[in-house]
Nanobody, 123 residues
Framework: QVQLVESGGGLVQPGGSLRLSCAAS????????MGWYRQAPGKQREVVAD???????NYADSVKGRFTISRDNAKNTVYLQMLSLKPDDTAVYYC?????????????????WGQGTQVTVSS
């Protein structure tokens, strides 16, 4: 009933920038926290940044000062602006959302994930 669709990944040189977007669609009543995670080959998935519906943000130490998370509540969309990219930022980036949706009878709360978008930082 709810889908998250990511876009904006790609190949970029070290020091470059990218902007990721993730749009949630479906029978959404509300979305609490939205966030970005990443998983590099051979490593566990880790949180990159998250943002509450009120706009409070948290960042992993490794991206502080370089990445900015934002959201448009009217569009159910979250963004990740990534600057000064490094090869260590190379990973598949996943969007996550804590969604309350309406089934037609009841309201349910569930965690949803996007399909992932590849970010590669290489010269």
């Amino acid at each position: 009933q709810v889908q998250l669709v990511e876009s904006g990944g790609g190949l970029v040189q070290p020091g470059g920038s990218l902007r990721l977007s993730c749009a949630a669609s479906g029978s959404i009543s509300s979305i609490r926290t939205m966030g970005w995670y990443r998983q590099a080959p051979g490593k566990q998935r880790e949180v990159v940044a998250d943002i509450t519906s009120a706009g409070s943000t948290n960042y992993a130490d490794s991206v502080k000062g370089r990445f900015t998370i934002s959201r448009d509540n009217a569009k159910n969309t979250v963004y990740l602006q990534m600057l000064s990219l490094k090869p260590d930022d190379t990973a598949v980036y996943y969007c996550n959302a804590d969604v309350t949706y309406y089934s037609g009878i009841y309201y349910y709360r569930k965690d949803y994930w996007g399909q992932g978008t590849q970010v590669t930082v290489s010269s």
